[in-house]
DNA sequence: TTGTACGCGTTATCAC
DNA sequence: GTGATAACGCGTACAA
């Protein structure tokens, strides 16, 4: 803070002591006599006397904060995982500097440069949908920099990772279109290389097979920028609806394309689940007031953030190095609605 | 970071000059010979220095981070703050430090002393709803933190302030129901006490006697602890569907109570708008594509969020204390959609 | 039981 | 034009 605070040189002086007197008096040390410490105790409660963060940050090499990239905060799941993070580098008494990615890999390599700048002890990230090359963070893990990936994660690099049974997640909502009766079912993803796009879209073709059903490569669409600009969802819409061989449902694998859909739908006059299913992994808490109540797939951020910040806390604080590894799998919930329901 | 980075004195030692040359090289000081400078620069370059900014902070007393507390991050409307307060203070090289109060005193009165015990340069605050008491506050502000409120605004205390025309908000959601053909019109807002159920009840009442309509106490509710637990909100709406004289339409304000009257409304099968209309502040993505689509009164969240934190950092960047503060009104609008809207 | 001196990385001041 | 030194606040090895 920018207001004089006390330090121990301070308190030494008011009571005609030394700093390590003081310093050592605080930590409660045996070698300072109990008046001693009673005395300086007393004082420093008075005066309201808080160590210096950053004092200690520069002596201990630690400046006890935590980096977070993500690609967007305004976005339920992220925002619940953020919360997750929170709730327990709080607990541990880390800080938690946040950097959005707005799913521009430029961007990310700014945050990161940031990030280390600020001397963080530990990052934790969901990388970009552009980003495929990932020179810049195995040169940081390669630093040393611990390092935690969660939802969108990088198999190159041997760290901790937490996700969702994306896999799972997609089989369950496609089997779950499927069961209901729709035969040509579409997905749209985020980026084709993504992690999650990857486990999700497998997901799919694994239900369509198990069911004898084909896959069919001009149902499947990639929005390379993460369909943060609505444009680039529109025209994969677009181009599904006048195909000749229409789908009749579609398992979106992102919050933003799937709210994005049902946005395209009330636009174009095209009833759901009528004229088209939807299934979609979101997280928002309105998808039981939408039109129609959405059928999502949901995933446990809250426990996501948690988890991963956990582990990365763990990375910081060992002694030494750690070669175990976790890839932590967190299951996902198929939440069944109207958008996905023949009436 | 953990790993080892490059010091001056590193560069000092391996190219034979001391660290006050080197120092003064990369801040390309008039004292030193184009050579030296050169060479430090190149060897600066290729090692990758980077000015350690926690030593920097200990030089400077200042931490170049700033706190912010908000109630809740994963809200619409304060997660777009929070996104116009991280675009400039990224621009100017400051962290920012999330803490959330979850509308909770006790839980506001230990993130500023988490904050401040972080060193933050200066704080934005948007107040919980429980909080009446700003003796935390004044004290800290008294010590000299920078302080600027949004949102949520204390009075009691001088310095910036950055809200919209909550007056106007609540006036013209108001208005615009009544135009509508509603007679009894309910309002729900959050704590009685806070500036913003203030402003907007205030609009509310104004409108209602501007159209020579009486103020109903009994169709004026409070939820204490913001709405953050459905119940409270429950509670407030059962009582008023238990009013001999039930409301025709609900003035909301706030986000949370916005969306859980949505919700109560869909469990009770009461339609909107023909049982009873709707109009709320929410700045939710997905207002249009809810069951009714929501007439809302917007907030721009994220110049808010902006003008918020130029305002704190000017004030951290001052030579002198200002003594002239001022109080940013930024303007609502209300968007008609078919919550509100007689069919 | 207490005090002195040093180091973390940086810059400002003073000396040469 | 360059170097030595002190200072920011803290903890601790070493000295007394």
Redesign the interface.
């Known amino acids: 803070?920018?207001?004089?605070?006390v330090t121990i040189k301070d308190i030494a002086r008011a009571l005609g002591l030394s700093t390590s007197t003081v310093s050592r008096a605080l930590r409660d040390s045996y070698e300072i006599s109990e008046d001693t410490k009673k005395l300086v105790r007393e004082y420093a409660q008075e005066h309201n006397y808080?160590p210096?963060?950053?004092?200690l940050?520069?002596k201990e090499?630690?400046?006890r904060?935590i980096g977070v990239i993500v690609c967007e905060?305004?976005?339920?799941f992220f925002?619940?995982i953020?919360?997750g993070i929170?709730s327990i580098a709080?607990d541990k008494g880390y800080?938690?500097?946040?950097?959005?990615s707005h799913e521009s890999f430029e961007r990310e390599l700014l945050d990161l440069n940031?990030l280390?700048?600020?001397?963080?002890?530990?990052l934790l990230i969901s990388v970009s949908t552009e980003t495929s090359d990932f020179e810049h963070l195995k040169s940081l893990h390669n630093?040393?920099?611990?390092i935690v990936f969660f939802d969108r994660i990088v198999h190159d690099i041997t760290t901790h990772k937490v996700a969702v049974d994306n896999f799972k997640g997609g089989y369950d909502a496609t089997t779950h279109l499927i069961k209901n009766g729709f035969k040509s079912i579409a997905n749209i993803s985020i980026a084709q290389h993504s992690s999650i796009t990857q486990d999700r879209l497998g997901g799919y073709k694994q239900a369509l097979e198990d069911n004898n059903m084909p896959v069919n490569d001009s149902l499947i669409k990639f929005c390379k920028h993460g369909g943060l600009a609505y444009e680039e969802l529109e025209n994969a819409l677009d181009e599904l609806f006048s195909l000749e061989n229409k789908p009749e449902a579609i398992f979106t694998a992102s919050d933003k394309i799937t709210?994005g859909c049902?946005?395209y739908f009330?636009s174009h006059n095209i009833r759901v689940p009528e004229d088209i299913a939807l299934v979609g992994f979101s997280n928002?808490?309105?998808a039981?007031?939408?039109?129609?109540?959405l059928t999502v797939v949901k995933q446990p951020a809250f426990e996501m953030g948690q988890v991963a910040t956990e582990l990365l806390l763990q990375l910081?604080e060992a002694k030494r190095p750690d070669k175990q590894f976790e890839s932590k799998v967190l299951p996902t919930e198929l939440i069944i609605r109207d958008s996905s329901v023949k009436r």
Chains 1, 2 share one sequence.
Request: glycine share 4%.
């Open positions: 803070m920018k207001f004089e605070a808080r210096n963060p950053i004092a940050s520069l090499k630690r400046s904060s905060i305004a976005n339920s925002s619940q953020i919360n929170e709080y800080n938690v500097i946040i950097s959005q940031y280390a700048s600020r001397s963080i002890d530990g630093k040393g920099l611990p709210t049902l946005r009330k928002s808490d309105l039981d007031l939408l039109q129609p109540s910081i």
